[in-house]
């Protein structure tokens, strides 16, 4: 037998290098995947539609909103992303375990809807260090750069409600403390009592 998949939620202000925390506990960990979101984003250079996002049009974002098949969805920085209720379905059935990389409004909406669900926000050491490291990124203009500092601040605020803030100074500090939560989490009693049950006979 084996236990559910858990649901990992990951948000952080864009610069905080959630992207990358994710990707280094995914190589580590066998049974936790990525959960692959839908966007209205069009692909920056080298994203790949299936591996980064789907990316689809906004005609059919809308037709997914009104046929019920997004487990959330929020309008951020000016495009749609959503998380398909089928993705979410599929792993926690077979007992792999996703990570959600989305943003607080999403995070919201699954939170009213899901339980035992595990809210991670990663944080990065401050507002200075923010607007470099979004500097150096140079993926985007100079107005989008812009939008994203001052969506930051509204979002750190959110950061109180999650179950952990990880600050990324040190990135490999901040992937040990991922790491320990990963594990930690997976230990816990409640997800691993029928497997107890199971080979003890209690
Ligand atoms: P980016 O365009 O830089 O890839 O992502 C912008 C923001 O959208 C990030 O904060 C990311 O976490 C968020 N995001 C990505 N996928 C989803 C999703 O499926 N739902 C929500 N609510 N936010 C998402």
């Known amino acids: 037998m084996h236990r559910e998949g858990i649901l990992y939620i990951i948000s952080a202000p864009s610069g905080a290098g959630k992207t990358t925390l994710c990707k280094e506990v995914i190589d580590i960990f066998p049974n936790l995947r990525h959960s692959v979101s839908y966007t209205t984003r069009l692909p920056r250079p080298g994203e790949v539609h ?43 059935k077979c007992g792999v375990d996703v990570i959600l990389d989305i943003d607080c409004q999403g995070a919201q909406q699954l939170k009213e809807r899901y339980h035992g669900g595990v809210y991670i926000f990663i944080l990065p050491p401050s507002f200075q260090e923010l607007r470099r490291r ?8 100079v107005e989008v750069i812009e939008r994203r500092i001052q969506g930051a601040a509204w979002e750190i605020k959110e950061s109180r409600w999650y179950d952990y803030i990880i600050i990324n100074d040190v990135f490999s500090k901040a992937v040990e403390e991922l790491k320990s939560v990963l594990i930690a989490e997976s230990c816990r009693t409640g997800r691993v009592l029928e497997l107890v049950a199971e080979k003890f006979d209690i």
């Not at 979004?134 to 203009?141: E, F, G, I, P, Q």
């Open 50 to 92: 299936g591996q980064d996002y789907f990316f689809a049009a906004p005609a059919e974002f809308e037709r997914m909103i009104a046929a019920g098949e997004f487990a959330e969805w929020a309008e951020v920085h000016g495009n749609c992303y959503g998380t398909a209720l089928k993705t979410l379905e599929e792993y926690r």
């Open 134 to 141: 979004l500097d150096c990124r140079s993926a985007d203009s």
